[in-house]
């Protein structure tokens, strides 16, 4: 690939101390090379970061938003270019490529509107209370590898709009889509409030207990999201983690099967399974099990699995060979444990690629059922009472999303009232919006992100208690 990518620090587009390899999934083939950050450049991003701070902190929040407003507006001038690097790095179909760009442009924009006012606390006797946020300081913003874009604006939005200064760091294996994003940051904002650098996983540990960061905003995995955590503590910086889910879909039994079949499905498969919130189990009545199950297995076999930049594209390959490699042993586990009706293999090409697998008839006890797959491979378990269905739903570490799909809407609202998680969807898959709060509970994640909750936690509020000198 021609164009050079470059780190952000200090608003310089710069050079790595070193570079590395990213490979396409769908070749298994390095078509680009990022420049990578030694320890040397990160105090220098951190640095910057903090320089700048001050005058970012004092910039009125609307002139912020503008700022914000503009960075959405030179990625919607360029959905295609960043769509077809994020193919190429990530894997996933152009289409839907284009879909995380305008989505993150949508994110973006929805921080760039929102404000934050001093609240009154209390106004009488004249003593007034007032309670304002004030920015942190330098944000550490370090994304992973399955929505490499969306999930950086998730970060970015209300950390600038908040009056913080960042350093980002993507994952080793999509590094780009960042990079480029990094070169709109350039040309848009005063130098240093955004700061840029690439790793091959060295860097976290130095960037999450550096004195110098103020909060950590990680989205990826609960087993390095505990690290994370750990590492903020002498510094007691403020954390927001965004981690893993084992999310189920309930089918109730008054929905016709086909239907629900197909939304279970495109919940499981999209981006080839690799989101937080995809559907991981699915639970269905026994009564109609069987028609569910076929008509599943029906979709997978339909389902286009290929190169992502080819034109028809369905479901891409698995992002990485680590990823393909843990998917491919839960579905060999898997075979001993229940019944693979529909996939259950590698393609027989270069990449990554997995096809579409359902299994039915697993115990509750099988790996793919407690732990998250993350890939194209989803367990269907049936149920007869829901009460110990909910007792199977909740029996798990994760408490991220999950869907009940029923057409009697209070008893779903019922049903969904009991999942233990962040946000159950009823009857819509994964209705994910940067107005409304987001957030994981028990391992699944600390804090709020999106929302005025999610840009309030990139602030610390400050209250202010004052009485005038003749009430006094
Ligand atoms: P990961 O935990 O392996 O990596 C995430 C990021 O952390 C990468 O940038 C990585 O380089 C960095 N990192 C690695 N070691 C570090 C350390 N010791 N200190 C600091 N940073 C470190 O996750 P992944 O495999 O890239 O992503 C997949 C996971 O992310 C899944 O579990 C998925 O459910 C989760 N996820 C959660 C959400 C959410 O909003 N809850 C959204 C997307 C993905």
């Known amino acids: 690939m021609d164009h050079e990518f470059r780190l952000l620090i200090d608003g310089a587009l710069v050079a790595g101390a070193s570079s590395f390899d990213v490979i396409n999934p769908a070749l298994d083939a390095p078509f680009a090379q990022c420049p990578k950050a030694d320890a040397a450049m990160l105090e220098t991003a951190i640095a910057a970061a903090k320089r700048a701070f001050p005058a970012w902190a004092a910039t009125p929040m609307a002139e912020r938003g503008a700022k914000v407003e503009a960075l959405a507006a030179a990625l919607e001038a360029r959905v295609s270019e960043f769509a077809t690097l994020m193919t190429s790095e990530q894997g996933k179909p152009l289409d839907q490529a284009a879909k995380e760009v305008r989505g993150s442009v949508f994110v973006l924009r929805a921080f760039a509107a929102m404000r934050l006012e001093p609240k009154v606390l209390r106004d009488e006797g004249g003593n007034r209370i007032t309670e304002h946020r004030t920015p942190l300081g330098v944000v550490a913003a370090i994304t992973p590898w399955n929505y490499p874009l969306i999930l950086l604006a998730n970060k970015v939005g209300p950390a600038l709009m908040a009056g913080n200064t960042m350093v980002c760091k993507p994952a080793p294996t999509t590094p780009l889509t960042t990079l480029l994003f990094g070169e709109l940051c350039q040309a848009i904002l005063p130098a240093g409030v955004v700061n840029i650098l690439c790793d091959q996983n060295e860097l976290g540990p130095a960037l999450t207990t550096h004195p110098d960061i103020a909060k950590i905003s990680f989205t990826g995995s609960t087993a390095t999201g505990k690290k994370v ?27 016709d099967a086909k239907y629900a079949a197909g939304k279970v499905f495109e919940g499981a498969m999209r981006n080839a399974g690799q989101i937080c919130v995809a559907v991981k189990r699915a639970y269905v009545p026994d009564t109609m099990y069987d028609e569910f199950c076929d008509e599943m297995a029906r979709l997978a076999r339909e389902m286009v699995v290929d190169d992502g930049a080819n034109q028809g594209a369905q479901i891409g390959p698995v992002q990485n060979k680590l990823q393909f490699d843990k998917v491919s042993a839960l579905i060999e586990d898997s075979k001993a444990r229940g019944t693979v009706i529909a996939g259950g293999e590698p393609l027989d090409r270069p990449g990554y690629f997995i096809s579409p697998t359902i299994v039915r008839d697993i115990d509750d006890e099988a790996p793919l059922v407690r732990e998250e797959q993350f890939g194209p491979v989803l367990p269907v378990m049936s149920y007869s009472d829901v009460d110990e269905l909910i007792e199977r739903v909740n029996g798990t570490d994760y408490g991220l999303g999950g869907t009940v799909w029923g057409k009697d809407l209070t008893r779903a609202n019922q049903v969904a009232a009991r999942v233990t998680s962040g946000t159950v969807w009823v009857n819509q898959l994964m209705a994910i919006d940067p107005r409304i709060p987001f957030r994981g509970l028990k391992q699944s994640g600390m804090g709020t992100e999106m929302g005025l909750e999610g840009l309030e936690e990139y602030t610390q509020p400050h209250v202010i208690n004052a009485v005038a000198l003749d009430a006094a």
């Open 229 to 255: 955590l750990a590492s903020s503590v002498d510094s007691l910086k403020r954390v927001t983690l965004e981690l893993g889910g084992n999310d189920a879909a309930i089918v109730l039994d008054d929905v």
